[in-house]
Every structure is written in structure tokens, then in C-alpha cells.
């Protein structure tokens, strides 16, 4: 009878231990969502304004021979971009170029096709990784949703409200204002998807292993909110700087210096990322040729294949030659690490 009073005072005890410390994470992880993030708002032109090399390309692609006068005389040259809507045009090739970038980024991995909202993840006591409607349908973004919305969600993991957001914005903070202009011309043009998705959550497995920073915090305590933002992406030639930009969208998974390792804010059954840089745990001994087979087959050289979950080179294979080059020179470029624990 006395053990098994002393049994549980020990079961009583450690309950309220559990409880207590429970009651802890509980509120720290509430508080690191409830935080309220002051982004100041970028100007960024929409759709994005033509350039100096735009509007030369154009001329050339609409050049016409000029007509002769009555004498047979050639008339005097006329500007070819003369009577050319260059607003529809502007918006047309922001829209091309904004879901060239939809595709290659995973957006429409995560959010669907139809930009609809995905439940991508939903392992109700580790988290639940629900994409939203992007479309402006019932339960998709609001009316009066703005780029500056979209820009403070993607760049910095804030929701509209001001309030943190589970948006892997950290894949995406260094987009240049091009870009994002160019996006959310693309998702504007999509048709009207009535879904209503349910919020991205933490489950107490997941919130223990924040609190104690086993994994990282969400995107916005991860993020340098006063970085100043790159107008364009570098120029389309193969290059480190160019690689480097692409590359950025990788750090999510495969961490910032690239060495890969669990990924702690995934899905519990995703395998580590791979190691990205020239150590012997990662690149060492890759060819180009490797690289490329691996972006566009999702195959190693030794002929296994990557998880496509895991690791969407579908998506990712749609990189250019020219962009994937650059990023092979770029994480060719990195100095070796060790695979990340």
C-alpha cells in the first residue's frame, strides 16, 4: 500500500512536471506565432516596366520594311512600337516570365496546379503543412490583396496581418522585385479556384522541438527584414553570381552553407537533404555531366534515384541550361563541408 502510494506521488509529480513544462512550450511557440513583424513596404513596379533592351528587342521583332511613297521614294522610317499596346504586351511577357518562375520554384508543388491550396504535409502530432488558395476565388486571397501582401509573405514569412507565417519564406527572401512582380502577375491571371484550406499548424511534437530549438524557428525570426532587395536577377549567362541567386532557393532544405542534413521543419519522412558542396559527404567527384543528369532525371551516378517528394527535381529541371550550369559553378565554388547533424 505504500509503494503504491509513493508510486503516484512520483506519477502525480512528474504529471505536473510534464504540465508545467508543457504550459511552457505552449506558450513560447504561441508567442513566436503571435509575433507582430513591422515590414516596411518596397515599391515595386507592376507589372515589371521594360527596359532599355526590352523595348530594343521589341523594335527589332516589330521592324517592317517601310512602304514606298507615290514617288517610289522609301518613306521616312517610322518607330515600330507605334500603335503597339505596350501595357498588354508589358503584362503578357510579366505573366510568361512569372510562371516560368511558379514552376521552378515549387509553387505550384505546394499550392497546386491550379494554385488552389495543397495539404503538403499532415502528421497531426509533429505539424500540418497546408498551402492556401492563391487564386481569388471563394476562400483564396481577399480582393483588395495587394503586392505588397504577396511580398510580405513570400520575402519575409509575414502574413497579411502582420503576424509570422509557416511560409518557407527563407527559400525565397532573395528574390529580386522583378521577380515577385512577375509571380504575382502570373497568379492573377489564374482562374478563380473556390477551395477553402484549413491553417498550417504545429502539432506538440513539433512545437516541443522549437521551444527547445532543436529545429529552426519559422522563416521570419530567420530572415534579415531591412536587407535591401536586388532590382532584377543577375543576367541570364552562366556565371557564379547568377548560380549563387538560383541557388538561394535551396537553403530550406539543404541548409545555408549548403552541407545538407535532417531537415527538421519537414516531413518526418523525407531522408536528409543531400550535401551540396564539394566535400566528400556531398559533390566531391561530381562531373558537370553528373549534375545535369541528376537535375533532369532525378538519377546519382551510381544510378539510384532522389525521393521526388523529398527533393523535386521535376521542378527544379526546369532550370535552363544556362541557370543550371551556374548554379553547378556556384556550389562548385562553395567551400566543403560536412554533412550537418
Known amino acids: 500500500m505504500v509503494w503504491a502510494k509513493r508510486i ?77 499596346d505596350l501595357e498588354s504586351v508589358r ?29 503538403v504535409m499532415d502528421v497531426a502530432p509533429v505539424m500540418g503543412i497546408i498551402a492556401p488558395n492563391l487564386t481569388l476565388g471563394n476562400g483564396g486571397l481577399p480582393g483588395e490583396y495587394s503586392l505588397d501582401d504577396f511580398d510580405r509573405i513570400v520575402r519575409h514569412g509575414v502574413k497579411r496581418d502582420g503576424t509570422t507565417a509557416l511560409m518557407p519564406a527563407v527559400d525565397y527572401e532573395f528574390l529580386s522585385n522583378k521577380e515577385v512582380s512577375d509571380l504575382f502577375a502570373f497568379i492573377l491571371t489564374k482562374p478563380h479556384v473556390d477551395r477553402q484550406m484549413p491553417p498550417s499548424y504545429w502539432g506538440p511534437v513539433m512545437r516541443v522541438m522549437v521551444a527547445l530549438g532543436r529545429v529552426p524557428p519559422p522563416a521570419a525570426f530567420r530572415i534579415d527584414h531591412d536587407r535591401s532587395k536586388r532590382q532584377e536577377p543577375p543576367p541570364e549567362k552562366v556565371s557564379v553570381e547568377l548560380g549563387a541567386h538560383l541557388a538561394k532557393t535551396c537553403v530550406g532544405c539543404h541548409r545555408a552553407d549548403y552541407s545538407g542534413g535532417p531537415i527538421g521543419d519537414g516531413d518526418p519522412a523525407w531522408p536528409p537533404a543531400a550535401n551540396l558542396t564539394p566535400h566528400e559527404e556531398g559533390l566531391k567527384g561530381w562531373t558537370k555531366n553528373d549534375f545535369f543528369t541528376l537535375m533532369r532525371s532525378g538519377e546519382r551516378p551510381d544510378g539510384s534515384k532522389v525521393d521526388p517528394h523529398a527533393m523535386p527535381w521535376q521542378t527544379v529541371g526546369y532550370l535552363t541550361d544556362v541557370q543550371t550550369e551556374s548554379v553547378w559553378l556556384y556550389l562548385e565554388s562553395l567551400p566543403p563541408k560536412p554533412t550537418g547533424r
Open 8 to 84: 503516484g506521488g512520483v506519477l502525480v509529480a512528474l504529471g505536473a512536471i510534464l504540465g508545467l513544462f508543457m504550459g511552457w512550450v505552449w506558450i513560447k511557440t504561441s508567442s513566436m506565432l503571435s509575433k507582430h513583424w513591422d515590414i516596411d513596404p518596397v515599391r515595386i513596379e507592376h507589372p515589371w516596366p521594360f527596359g532599355d533592351a526590352d523595348l530594343a528587342q521589341l523594335r527589332a521583332q516589330y521592324a517592317r520594311p517601310p512602304e514606298p511613297t507615290a514617288e517610289g521614294e522609301p518613306a521616312a522610317p517610322t518607330d515600330p512600337l507605334a500603335g503597339l
Open 91 to 119: 503584362r503578357q511577357r510579366a505573366v510568361k516570365r512569372g510562371e516560368a518562375l511558379a514552376i521552378r520554384l515549387g509553387c505550384l508543388e505546394c499550392h497546386g496546379e491550379d494554385l488552389g491550396g495543397n495539404v
